[in-house]
């Protein structure tokens, strides 16, 4: 099993647009994660240097924030991840997971600092219900859950 430990080291974040003119109404925001490398660092330990990146379309701001994610695990994982490095295949999953998690909840501070929109996907209704249409089932709807 892995562990992975993420360390930042370095965040950036730029606001192109000045406080006073308004943000335009849409921005697509752009999320890139690399992993520049995979280097092992002993038996059981390898080392994972990354930069997440967010960009704004239009230019209204950009975010980045870089680090190594520490991997560690058994002697075969980590064997086996660093040959799948130098065979140019994608880092493990579980590596992705932990550096994007802990690099958007970092941008997602730096970006209320700076008042530019977080770096979400947008939260709004399942697409059929967007439509208008009403579900094809037959089934009864089930009650909506109410918070009070």
Known sequence: MLRITVQVTNMTGERFWSHETPLPAQVQIAVNINIIGLDQKNESTAEAPFVFTVNYTP????????GRAQVNGDKPEIQKMVEDHKQNKPPPTPVIQAVSSIA?????????????????PPIGMPADQQQGQQPTTTQSKRPETRYT
């Open 59 to 66: 230019s209204v701001a950009q975010l980045s924030v870089k």
């Open 104 to 120: 958007m909840a970092e941008d997602i501070l730096l970006s209320e600092s700076l008042g530019i929109p977080p770096p979400l």
